[in-house]
Structures are given as structure tokens and as C-alpha cells.
């Protein structure tokens, strides 16, 4: 498990982003598996470095106390779910940390869903701050 894109992943997590990703896995919205919950809180306890020998396969499939007994197969099933959630996750942070990405997604939902009044102050919103860019590109003279 030492080298597995799981652990790859949340060693380049901070300190700060490997709590919030507690709190994502632990989200009945985005997870409904409580056994990637126990095993996330299992792997969180071996950060920053996630090599202790306790992360090796065998002798993880013995320590993790998940609902269900573990195999080598059940493990690897349940890296992949939680590498899938810290991928979710790592996007979501994305899009909060992003001040366009966020209105521009719900933009786009909006206008599938047909939410007129509901786009023009979203639009509006987004429009404000790039006016005020002195740097613009071919984009922005398409659109005025």
C-alpha cells in the first residue's frame, strides 16, 4: 500500500487539507460507505509521511476494523473509493478556492435548467470584477 496513488495522494496533502478531507469522506452527501470513513480515520493516523508499517497490505487488512471483514480484493476496492473521494474532494476545494470557477458552474446549471432570473445576477456577478481587468483577452471583444 506504500506506493499506491491512495497514499501518494494524501501525502501531498497539508495538515489543514487532510482535516477537511476528513470531514468530506465523513459527509453522508458524498459518501454513503462508513467503511471509507474507518479507513481514512486508519490512514489519517499515520500522516504527514503514511509509511509506517502498519500501512503495509497484510497487516492492514488485519488492523483496519471495518463493517466487513477485509480481504486483499475488498482492500484494493476500498483504496480505489477513497482515492475516487479525495479525487471529489481535491476538486470541490478547487472550485471554492477558484472566485470564478464557483458562479460560472452554476451559470451553466442554471441555463440547463432553463433559470432565466436566476442567471442574469450570477451573470452580473461575474461580469463585474473582469470590466475592471485592464488585461483582457480575444474572449471578452467576442462577447461585447
Known amino acids: 500500500m506504500h506506493q499506491s496513488k491512495l497514499l501518494d495522494l494524501l501525502r501531498k496533502l497539508s495538515p489543514k487539507q487532510l482535516s477537511r478531507a ?34 503495509a497490505k497484510e497487516t492492514a487488512i488485519q488492523k483496519i476494523a ?3 471483514p477485509l480481504d486483499e480484493k475488498s482492500l ?6 477513497l ?13 471554492l478556492e477558484d472566485g470564478f470557477e464557483m458562479p460560472l458552474s452554476l451559470l451553466k446549471k442554471y441555463h440547463q435548467l432553463g433559470l432565466q432570473r ?6 452580473d456577478f461575474i461580469e463585474k470584477p473582469l470590466e475592471k481587468m485592464p488585461l483582457r483577452n480575444a474572449d471578452f471583444s467576442k462577447s461585447n
Not at 76 to 81: D, E, I
Open 66 to 68: 471495518t463493517e466487513k
Open 76 to 81: 484494493t476496492y476500498l483504496m480505489s473509493q
Open 22 to 55: 476528513g470531514d468530506f469522506v465523513a459527509s453522508p452527501y458524498f459518501n454513503k460507505n462508513r467503511d471509507n470513513i474507518l479507513f481514512f480515520n486508519y490512514l489519517q493516523k499515520h500522516a504527514p509521511d503514511f509509511d509506517h508499517k502498519n500501512l
Open 118 to 123: 436566476h442567471q442574469k445576477p450570477t451573470e
Open 83 to 95: 482515492t475516487k473521494l479525495l479525487e471529489t474532494f481535491l476538486a470541490v476545494e478547487t472550485l
